[in-house]
């Protein structure tokens, strides 16, 4: 069965500090990962896409991947208020189409 | 920006009963999906349709679903004798057809159908 582990949370954070969001998945042939934001009772809103180890950075996000520990991390700089939602890691196997999703890591951005 | 769109936003029906819910994707995708999420779990997915026919389904999609895409622009999921368990809330996503390299494909969620059986 492939897993994709999130820490559940509560993650609280202050307001203008950084959030960092963890993710580890089982399948070592998993090669495109992405992070998605689910407001509560909406859909998933694609923020950032990964497919090669080291940092990829896109405004106050940046996304991290270490194929070789198969984690892939979220950093949100200058927490907002608004960046409070559940944070939900997906991975695609190589050959597949599905996104196997994390159960997320609900972010609290305290004002 | 182009977006996937939804009908209905709500849908209550009685356990037994048919229902049809209707996703219009991104106008240049070629990849369409179905996913559900039940209260306070994770997002699953359902089936990928490409090319008028299931390229993958999950051991969730049993018979009771079928997807069709009838004309150029709508993608359904019909669920034919619903269960209690089928509340959920279900999203349709696109994918647009050029793929950079297999498994780079980023899916674009509509706002869902909230679904509830009772």
């Known amino acids: 069965q492939k897993e994709v582990e999130q820490n559940s949370g509560p993650l609280s954070v202050p307001e203008g500090a950084i959030a960092s969001l963890n993710c580890t998945y089982s399948d070592r042939g998993s090669q495109s990962f992405f992070w998605y934001r689910q407001y509560s009772g909406k859909s998933p809103e694609l923020i950032m896409s990964?497919?090669?180890?080291g940092d990829k950075e896109d405004g106050r996000f940046t996304a991290q991947l270490n194929k070789a520990s198969q984690y892939v991390s979220l950093l949100i700089r200058d927490s907002q208020p608004s960046d409070s939602a559940t944070y939900l890691c997906a991975v695609i196997d190589f050959g597949n189409e599905k996104l196997t999703f994390g159960t997320g890591t609900r972010l609290t951005i305290i004002p | 920006e182009p977006e996937v769109t939804q009908t209905p936003s709500h849908q209550v029906t009685q356990m037994g009963q048919e229902v049809i819910l209707r996703c219009v994707p991104i106008?240049?995708?070629?990849?369409f999906y179905w996913y559900r999420q039940i209260l306070g779990q994770k997002v699953e997915f359902l089936v990928s349709f490409y090319n008028n026919e299931i390229s993958e389904k999950s051991e969730i999609f049993d018979d009771q679903f079928s997807v069709e895409r009838p004309d150029g622009s709508n993608f359904t999921l019909k669920i034919r004798s619903t269960k209690l368990e089928d509340s959920a809330m279900y999203f349709c996503a696109s994918s647009p057809e050029e793929r950079a390299g297999v498994g780079k494909e980023t899916q674009y969620f509509g706002p869902g159908t909230r679904l509830l059986v009772l």
């Open positions: 990964i497919y090669s180890n």
């Open positions: 106008s240049n995708h070629l990849y």
